[in-house]
């Protein structure tokens, strides 16, 4: 069996084409469609006539503000980027007033208008209260900023918010969404080719050489089932890797759980593709069945758009059998909605007992088939 497994491996580094190709696409498509899931700031350029302004309140709370990033520049550069198109609008602060510079005329302008209202409001409310405190002297003032500053920060209660959603409800994230969908679909792929050897060595009487030697017939299926899993899981791996540690994807810390998740479908997935070697007769009416398979499993499944927006009972009933539907409702359960694994226990179980049916049935027709 050992020998049987390093052999698949050396012909897999020879030929990793297949490998490499459905990884590149699933990271594509999931990237092109889904984005990045990563939220950016619009930059908003400012400069002020007063250096006191960038550190009073309103420069505090325009550098904590999370929708816009304020570019502290000179009255030059923030033309210069208005000229050249580099951004939508600048402001111009002053001691009790602002300029907004309109470059593009856009629904940002007024949004962050509102914005750098707010925070010379705020200035106001706080020179109310240094005036309504007596203080006459700048320390004085000073302290008394920093005294309401500390109080801020310090509140004395503290007011915690809540949402709900009815039981029908469901919550779509697209990038989350896209790249599970694609990665479930391109490995079907990616394991049914490195499991389809199984039927051209059979055909080319390979298999009926090998049983003449020692080695017995379960470590052939064991070694090529095993090639098939790792082949498939390392296809996973990669993927989840590259959106969460170079495209930057949050997992809502899930990652690892969604690894190990994984290993189920990838399971089902080794499974079917055993199903569909046994069923076929040759490499091309498997290479006909496969996309077949692969694309309604995928559509039916909800890996291309969520299930929940599906009505037709046909398509439902369709996608109980499906491992696609599973392996998404896991993983959304897991990342998405933040399931306990105790509530995933079902869609794990389902995946578990559709990959010990279809490896029964489909070694048991390969067996009686004599292929």
Known sequence: MIGIFQAKIKMFIRNPWVFIIMTAMSI???????????YTAITIPVYTTSDSIKNSVIGD???DT????????????????????KAEVGVALHENDFRIIVGVETPTSKI???????????KAQFEQIVDASGATTVAEKEAVLDELQLSLESPVFAIESSSFRGTDAFISDITIHTMFGFTLFFVIYTIAYNVLPI???????????????PVKKWEMYIANLVYSFLVG??????????????????????????LLLMMTYVFAIVALSILLTAIVKTVAQFNAILPIIAVSSAMIGGAYWPIEIV???LLLGLSKVNPVTYGMEMLNGAVVYQYPLEELLFPISILLIMGVVFIGVGIHLMEKRHI
């Not at 039927?199 to 030697?213: H, N």
């Open 233 to 258: 899981y390392l296809q996973v791996v990669i993927i989840f890797s590259v959106f969460r540690f170079v495209v930057g994807v949050d997992f809502h810390g899930r990652f690892i759980e969604t």
């Open 66 to 85: 999370d929708a816009y990033n304020f570019e502290w520049l000179t009255e030059e550069e923030v033309i210069d980027k208005l000229s050249s198109n």
């Open 311 to 313: 009505e037709s009972k």
């Open 199 to 213: 039927l051209v060595e059979k055909k080319e009487g390979i298999w009926d050489r090998v049983i003449l030697s």
């Open 61 to 63: 709370i325009l550098d």
């Open 28 to 38: 594509g498509f999931a990237w092109i469609i889904g984005g990045t899931g990563a």
């Open 112 to 122: 962050m208008e509102q914005t750098i209202e707010d925070a010379y409001a705020k």
